[in-house]
């Protein structure tokens, strides 16, 4: 598989919401990443595998006059919002962070079931770091399950170190989120660490697909 990176456009949303809903299936609805990809504190990433395309979507019957598809109809007529096809590419992970006066918090980080436990959800959080030391952010926050011990581990590797607990966080279980954090993103110890630690996933994974982090943040379509 030929692994690339470069941030979402709408075109994706479809395939982005079935890996949120099979990530997050009983957390909240997916957020509305058509209106993300609007917000400039949002900054989003997909993972896509350039020798793979998804099948076209099958065309939907047209719906009867005076059925609800109608009023669909009506709303998007006067939304202004052109129908943007969907993306031929098969996306198997996405992240995104928000970034406000130098501060990231990390929302997403989600990889189809069939790709889990293959170092994706490593580069993805890797090309996050990158992306927001881009952006010249000092501070990256997180939220966690207090029992997904092998994620707490993976951002204790990249320097992210605990700082709180909010308790009853998630709202399936009512599990406590840990919130970690990782300071002072651009100084020498922790990109000293991150560049060792892409030369270990490179050497593990052979992905070197850390491009993501250069695109310009004006690129969102």
């Known amino acids: 598989m030929a692994c690339c990176l470069r941030l979402m456009s709408k075109g994706d949303i479809l395939q982005v919401n079935e890996i949120d809903h099979e990530a997050f299936p009983t957390m909240w ?10 917000n ?5 990433i997909v993972a896509y595998d350039d020798e793979q395309e998804i099948e076209e979507p099958p065309l939907k ?8 598809g109608l009023l669909s109809r ?3 007529l006067f939304s202004h919002e052109e129908p943007v096809p ?6 198997f992970g996405f992240a995104g962070f928000w970034i406000l006066a130098g501060e990231v918090h990390i929302t997403n980080i989600a990889v189809r079931e069939g790709h889990r436990r293959r170092g994706m959800g490593e580069l993805l959080l890797i090309s996050l ?16 399950r207090a029992s997904n011990t092998a994620a707490q581990g993976l951002y204790s590797k990249y320097g992210f170190a ?16 840990v919130l970690m954090s990782l300071e002072d993103i651009t100084s020498v110890p922790v990109q000293e660490n991150l560049q060792r630690l892409k030369q270990a996933h490179l050497g593990r994974w052979g992905i070197a697909a850390y491009n993501a982090g250069h695109f310009p943040s ?3 379509q």
Do not use: C, F, Q, W
């Open 29 to 38: 609805p997916p957020p509305n990443y058509r209106r993300e990809l609007g």
């Open 40 to 44: 400039r504190m949002a900054h989003y």
């Open 61 to 68: 019957a047209a719906p009867r006059e005076g059925s609800p």
């Open 74 to 76: 009506m709303r998007r």
């Open 86 to 91: 969907a993306t031929r590419e098969y996306i």
């Open 129 to 144: 770091i990158n992306m927001a030391a881009k952006l010249d952010a000092h501070l990256i926050t997180l939220e966690v």
């Open 162 to 177: 605990k700082v709180g607990v909010r308790r009853g966080y998630y709202s399936d279980n009512r599990e406590d989120g």
């Open 218 to 220: 004006s690129a969102k």
